[in-house]
T-cell receptor, first 111, second 113 residues
């Protein structure tokens, strides 16, 4: 079956710097990926998604890159703010509905 | 437009009791999903339901766990005869269709003592 994982469990970043969070997946048939942000005590919050027919997608201060050749996904956050401190998950949407989550990267923003 | 609602937010049960977790999807959403999250882990898919139908329950333990999404009212995740290993955060998500963004509720944190 497919699996989704993140390279690093924690990331510490200076306020104002850019953050890059990485994720690897194993199922080459995966065609839809989503990044979620989860703050302590809350449910996952949608950040941005990308389909396999794209390499890059941009949102407000966030960019997702998809490299299908090496099965790698990344989330870039520009000008990181204290409110960006959270756990970030990449997820693959298999079978059109079954989200498979990685273990998460905890991002801590230093003032 | 209210988001996905879950209650209770926190639930404490003794071993052997039953736990009932409720989820009201976003208005207009007829697809509901339940996920379980253990500490320090990502969410794990449990079950996918549409109104009055279970579409996929492959992630749900065969024993003691059941889910429903009736024609009227919230979706219910029911855990009978709870054990300590059932302690986790249970999240519900909803969507207007398949293959699109799932919106998550705040979760129910179940503690079994």
């Amino acid at each position: 079956g497919e699996s989704v994982g993140l390279h690093l469990p924690t990331l510490s970043v200076q306020e104002g710097d850019n953050s890059i969070i990485n994720c690897a997946y194993s199922n080459s048939a995966s065609d839809y990926f989503i990044w979620y942000k989860q703050e302590s005590g809350k449910g996952p919050q949608f950040i941005i998604d990308i389909r396999s027919n794209m390499d890059k997608r941009q949102g407000q201060r966030v960019t997702v890159l998809l490299n299908k050749t090496v099965k790698h996904l990344s989330l870039q956050i520009a000008a990181t703010q204290p409110g960006d401190s959270a756990v970030y998950f990449c997820a693959e949407n298999g079978d059109d509905y079954k989200l498979s989550f990685g273990a998460g990267t905890t991002v801590t923003v230093r003032a | 437009n209210a988001g996905v609602m879950q209650n209770p937010r926190h639930l404490v049960r003794r071993r052997g009791q039953e736990a009932r977790l409720r989820c009201s999807p976003m208005k207009g959403h007829s697809h509901v999903y339940w996920y379980r999250q253990l500490p320090e882990e990502g969410l794990k898919f449990m079950v996918y339901l549409q109104k009055e139908n279970i579409i996929d329950e492959s992630g749900m333990p065969k024993e003691r766990f059941s889910a429903e999404f009736p024609k009227e009212g919230p979706s219910i995740l029911r855990i009978q005869q709870v054990v300590r290993g059932d302690s986790a955060a249970y999240f519900c998500a909803s969507s207007p269709g398949r293959g699109v963004e799932q919106y998550f509720g705040p979760g129910t944190r179940l503690t079994v003592t």
